[in-house]
Nanobody
Framework: VQLQASGGGLVQAGGSLRLSCAAS????????MGWFRQAPGKEREFVAH????????RYPDSLKGRFTISRDNAKNTVYLQANSLKPEDTAVYYC?????????????????WGQGTLVTVSS
């Protein structure tokens, strides 16, 4: 299984980025997918989740309205649109595939992880 995240980079505060995560080696359309992030010296933090069949999305309250997760099952790809970025959004962003029945908001619920893509937001 491979999850290849891309799209990170350097952006000014207030800007936007669209992250992508291309999956291979698994039945992508049958997995819930999530995005997490980890800033230096901090724990990995839940960012977004999308259900495999309903495409219902979930976010932490702190990110609602700025981040949007979506998926294209035909391309085996999950996306994260990040708008109105702030310096505190600076982190490595990871995509992951959820173990069926596990909690979507905790990293331990996810079985497969991408390598991460770095997002740096300058002030």
């Amino acid at each position: 299984v491979q999850l290849q995240a891309s799209g990170g980079g350097l952006v000014q505060a207030g800007g936007s980025l669209r992250l992508s995560c291309a999956a291979s080696g698994l039945s992508f359309s049958t997995y819930d997918m999530g995005w997490f992030r980890q800033a230096p010296g901090k724990e990995r933090e839940f960012v977004a989740h999308i259900n495999w069949i309903t495409t219902r999305t979930r976010y932490p309250d702190s990110l609602k309205g700025r981040f949007t997760i979506s998926r294209d099952n035909a391309k085996n790809t999950v996306y994260l649109q990040a708008n109105s970025l702030k310096p505190e959004d600076t982190a490595v962003y990871y995509c992951a595939a959820l173990v069926r029945g596990s909690s979507y908001y905790t990293p331990s619920g996810y079985s497969y992880w991408g390598q991460g893509t770095l997002v740096t937001v300058s002030s």
